[in-house]
């Protein structure tokens, strides 16, 4: 299937007029794979949300219940590429107290991935199936977790950036430094699979005073017009 689709783009993207790429890191990928011919017609428009109403009613009717624990969550389809394997058994490992991660999604390995959970007998992993409303799960979590193996610009990491939550990224991915780049330090954590985190810089996030991480390189209004400028050219 790898040379099917990579004969098939070849073809396609000769009759493209423009191209656009959600990093330059894929940038970069895109012209090395399929040649400088097709280097001026490609340009970069990171994902953008417009999610601002929306966190506006969830703030209004959020009930956090869990006062104690601090919420982890991970959401994505449950396949090899999103590395929740791993992980799970990085919480295996180093037994995080106080702390209950959530893998939200459906797929292939979720009977892997239970049957991971259930052999360690680990009480503070739960798989959940998904959700319509991400939104409010990301807005109830204290951190968001990244843990995929390959990925092109994630969505659901700008997404929970809007809704305040901080990130946790466990994915050494290179076009992720993009977007960290225009953020405070304070709003992400990189780390291995093979340390532990340390607990003590792991805070509980104040939900009754919202506020977006998300600069606004990355709202929708600043990214239309990047668009309008580029059907314009």
Not at 32 to 44: A, M, P, S, T, W
Not at 80 to 90: E, M, N, P, S, Y
Not at 147 to 165: F, Q
Request: with cysteine; net charge positive; glycine share 4%.
């Amino acid at each position: 299937f790898y040379f099917i689709n990579l004969i098939v783009y070849k073809y396609l993207y000769r009759f493209s007029y423009k191209i656009i790429c959600t990093s330059y890191d894929m940038k970069i990928k895109l012209i090395d794979l399929l040649g400088k011919k097709i280097e001026n017609k490609v340009n970069v428009i990171n994902n953008f949300v417009d999610n601002e109403e929306n966190i506006k009613k969830i703030r209004l009717i959020t009930k956090t219940k869990n006062k104690k624990r601090l919420i982890l969550t991970a959401i994505g389809r449950l396949h090899f590429q999103k590395g929740f394997d791993r992980l799970i058994k990085h919480f295996i490992n180093f037994k995080y107290h106080d702390t209950l991660l959530l893998i939200i999604g459906e797929g292939k390995e979720k009977e892997n991935l239970l049957k991971l959970i259930k052999q360690n007998k680990v009480k503070n992993i739960k798989i959940l199936k998904a959700k319509k409303n991400i939104l409010f799960w990301l807005f109830e979590s204290d951190y968001f977790v990244l843990s995929s193996r390959w990925e092109g610009m994630p969505n659901v990491v700008i997404e929970a950036l809007d809704c305040g939550t901080k990130i946790i990224d466990f994915s050494n991915l290179k076009q992720m430094n993009e977007l960290y780049s225009k953020l405070d330090t304070s709003s992400y954590i990189k780390s291995s699979f093979d340390n532990k985190l340390d607990e003590n810089i792991l805070i509980k996030k104040n939900r009754h005073q919202h506020k977006s991480l998300l600069p606004h390189y990355f709202k929708i209004d600043q990214n239309i017009k990047k668009l309008e400028m580029l059907i314009n050219d």
